[in-house]
């Protein structure tokens, strides 16, 4: 019996401690930037330029910017998932650029060459900053598109309940942080645990644009029933594009670019 307790004080112990390393060490798992820096090997050829914007605690952070090809077309203001930097979505865009479409690759803190930690609170500056940029420049928000992949559906939906777009694309969206960590972790009180929660879930109801939501059905990063318990809740107008074989990061090859366009097209009417 005495070595039974011994036993489960020891797994017990284990296990808290198990707790407390994911409590600390949790922004470490869910922002995985790589920090090279932007060379122009990433965008040459493409119009694009990089540009620097300032956040309003004072992060000078690069960014890559190139305007529409006139005044009937809008922008595309991207805020990418939690890996990598913005370089690696130059080709996931470029037939936008091709379309004549106004692109903006927003680049977060502690992201590509960037300065800063990021956060919950530091990305939805980094995203007011990156909005504050468009109006320096004279992008009305009638022309504006905002695109939220992944991670960053939590900027793009935060920022659209606060003003009107021409329409919000969200790409594998999630309900909050909190929820995706307690299906991966569900081991853990993971809901207790987030610290930056990104709770799409309780913003989407105000939210002022045309929606567009995509996922892929075999989504194993970001489960669909996410995606679709959003689109749920959205008000209206929205429209859905559930891909039975895609996964989380392979959307495009399944005709993607084509079904948006059709989607922006229909906006006009």
């Not at 090279?36 to 956040?55: A, P, R, V, W």
Request: aromatic share 12%; hydrophobic share 40%; proline share 4%.
């Amino acid at each position: 019996m005495t070595n039974l307790k011994t036993i489960m004080i020891y797994a017990i112990g284990i296990y808290l401690l198990i707790i407390l390393t994911m409590f600390i060490f949790q922004r470490s798992l869910l922002y995985l930037p790589s920090k090279e820096s932007l060379d122009n090997s990433y965008y040459t050829k493409t119009g694009l330029k990089k540009i620097e914007m300032t956040t309003s605690d004072g992060l000078v952070l690069s960014s890559l910017f190139k305007k529409p090809s006139d005044d009937e077309k809008s922008i595309i203001v991207v805020f990418h998932g939690n890996a990598g930097h913005i370089g690696h979505r130059v080709e996931k865009f470029r037939p936008f650029l091709k379309e004549g479409y106004g692109l903006f690759l927003v680049e977060y803190r502690g992201y590509g060459e960037n300065s800063g930690k990021p956060s919950e609170s530091g990305l939805y500056k980094d995203g007011e900053a990156a909005l504050n940029f468009l109006y320096k420049q004279r992008i009305p928000q009638q022309k504006t598109i905002l695109y939220g992949e992944s991670l960053g559906c939590g900027l793009a939906v935060k920022l659209s309940t606060e003003i009107s777009f021409k329409a919000t694309i969200l790409e594998a969206p999630y309900t909050s942080i909190a929820d995706v960590a307690s299906r991966h972790y569900w081991y853990l009180p993971a809901k207790l645990l987030v610290l930056d929660r990104f709770d799409i879930f309780s913003m989407i109801k105000n939210i002022k644009s045309p929606l567009l939501v995509i996922h892929g059905e075999k989504d194993n990063v970001i489960d669909i029933n996410f995606g679709k318990k959003i689109f749920k809740a959205a008000p209206d107008p929205k429209q859905a594009i559930f891909v039975k074989n895609a996964g989380h990061n392979n959307l495009y090859e399944f005709n993607i670019y084509e079904k948006i366009k059709q989607f922006l097209k229909e906006l006009k009417k």
